[in-house]
């Protein structure tokens, strides 16, 4: 097997995970902030209006996202059969009982009740399309948890047997509980959470700061912090329980993201700062800051961990031989962005709360902060894509932890078959992509009263200032039942 072939084929497929999950993470966040403000919408009979125009504006840009996007997840579904015919061959068994549930479950479910929540808006009474909203964001969570499924059980596989050359599922209750699908499902969901707060937070930001729309916007500020304190936290404290989880059961992936060559003391120090050499298989320097490695390990001052040379001894005793050590520098520096960055999120998701109760209604008037979320916006878009490599190289060489390795699984391809389908998967997903971002900026900016220059014929803007798409007015029903 010709070695481009493998590098060229794991590119394309990170390629189109990366290009997908840029949709996924603001559907699955976005989806259900969305619910939220129609349930504000349908209670708050005082502010209704205010509500109902909120709704309206970020649900069109949920609908110019999901309609974007979903196409890019069939795409990655039909690699697993044209790139990776040997791991689908050996775990389509298991791994195809997610994947078709995530389809019978949840994306027939999106797709219906998105479309009577936002088709029918001015047909539909209030509860109906309050029903149907919370329908497509259940419907997003069921969907997000089926594939993070799929993924937890190829970095921890169980209720499973191997016989011959595939593996067959013997218990379907084990893989449903699987204890890192559900840390990974956590971490997944606190990190789509923040992705939807911080665009929602700047979206407002930006019109805040023209004083355009300022009673819906101030009040969609408010509800993105709340959001993004939540997301933050719950992002950071499951990466932290699955990064100790990691130590135990993936321990090459602990060391990769500490670049630790040899076992570590007790008390153990944490690498701030390294300068990996992968060819020595050493650091030629590291910035240290002792007790820290051990209190992230174990959330205690001591603990050690192994290190990559004893485990690579290890490993081939276990797996027989080979190189079981990761590409560490991918591993280590994209960890270490990803934590940065989500600590500078959560710094601004709590820095924004305490504005928020100091200053009160003067919120929306701190231009300083507001200039601020703007420049925020991109970031929890990167702090995912480095969190996935991280994940996903971290348990190179395997596919499946412990029982397939990526050669293994690799389609008997042809360099010059993979580096087409590379090429025309980059053409075609940056097309979606810059189709997607342009869509959203020129909807964004265009504003709650106004139309936007650009749009999707099938998912016209509503008339925010009037009675929408002609039909049922929920101003013509004051009960709002």
């Not at 078709?100 to 027939?108: D, G, K, N, S, Y």
């Not at 149907?132 to 596989?157: C, D, E, K, R, Y």
């Not at 933050?232 to 989880?245: C, L, N, Y």
Request: aromatic share 16%.
């Amino acid at each position: 097997m010709d070695l481009d072939v493998v590098a060229l084929s794991r590119f394309q497929f990170a390629s189109t995970s990366i290009f997908h999950f840029f949709f996924v993470s603001l559907t699955v966040g976005l989806a259900f902030l969305i619910a939220v403000m129609e349930t504000f919408a349908y209670a708050r009979k005082d502010h209704a209006q205010v509500y109902a125009d909120m709704t309206n504006f970020f649900g069109h840009l949920f609908l110019i996202n999901f309609a974007v996007g979903v196409v890019t997840g069939i795409v990655q579904e039909f690699q697993f059969g044209m790139n990776w015919s040997e791991y689908s061959r050996f775990v389509g068994n298991i791994f195809g009982v997610p994947l078709a549930l995530e389809v019978l479950m949840a994306f027939f479910l999106e797709s219906t009740f998105i479309a009577l929540w936002w088709f029918g808006k001015d047909r539909l009474r209030p509860w109906m399309r309050l029903g149907s909203i919370w329908l497509v964001a259940i419907g997003t969570q069921i969907s997000a948890f089926w594939i993070v499924l799929a993924n937890g059980w190829m970095h921890h596989p169980v209720g499973y047997e191997v016989v011959g050359d595939q593996a067959f599922l013997t218990s379907f209750s084990a893989v449903v509980f699987n204890y890192k699908a559900w840390l990974y499902f956590a971490h997944v969901q606190g990190s789509a959470w923040t992705v939807a707060a911080f665009l929602v937070l700047g979206i407002s930001a930006y019109h805040l700061l023209r004083r355009q729309s300022v009673e819906v916007f101030s009040r969609s500020l408010r509800i993105g912090l709340v959001f993004a304190a939540i997301g933050t936290v719950f992002s950071a404290t499951s990466g932290h329980r699955e990064a100790q989880v990691a130590r135990s059961d993936q321990p090459m992936k602990f060391a990769a993201m500490e670049a630790q060559w040899e076992t570590s003391e007790s008390p153990a120090s944490w690498s701030a700062i390294a300068g990996i050499n992968m060819q020595e298989r050493r650091n030629d320097f590291n910035l240290e800051i002792p007790y820290v490695g051990s209190l992230l390990a174990y959330n205690r001052l001591s603990g050690n961990y192994e290190g990559l040379l004893p485990l690579q001894k290890r490993y081939e005793q276990q797996y027989g031989p080979g190189d079981y050590i990761p590409p560490v520098p991918w591993v280590y520096w994209n960890f270490r962005l990803m934590v940065g960055i989500g600590s500078l999120l959560l710094l601004a998701a709590f820095g924004g709360l305490f504005l928020w109760w100091r200053r009160r209604a003067a919120l929306p008037e701190t231009r300083w902060y507001l200039r601020v979320l703007l420049l925020l916006i991109p970031l929890p878009w990167i702090a995912n894509f480095c969190g996935w490599i991280t994940t996903e190289m971290g348990r190179q060489p395997f596919m499946v932890y412990g029982l397939l390795t990526v050669r293994e699984g690799v389609s008997a391809n042809t360099t010059s078959e993979v580096l087409v389908g590379l090429i025309g998967l980059w053409v075609v997903y940056l097309a979606l992509i810059g189709l997607d971002i342009y869509l959203l900026s020129v909807t964004a900016r265009a504003g709650i009263h106004h139309k936007p220059e650009a749009q999707m014929l099938a998912a016209p803007a509503p008339n925010y200032g009037g009675a929408g798409f002609q039909g049922y007015d929920r101003r013509d029903d004051p009960g709002g039942d």
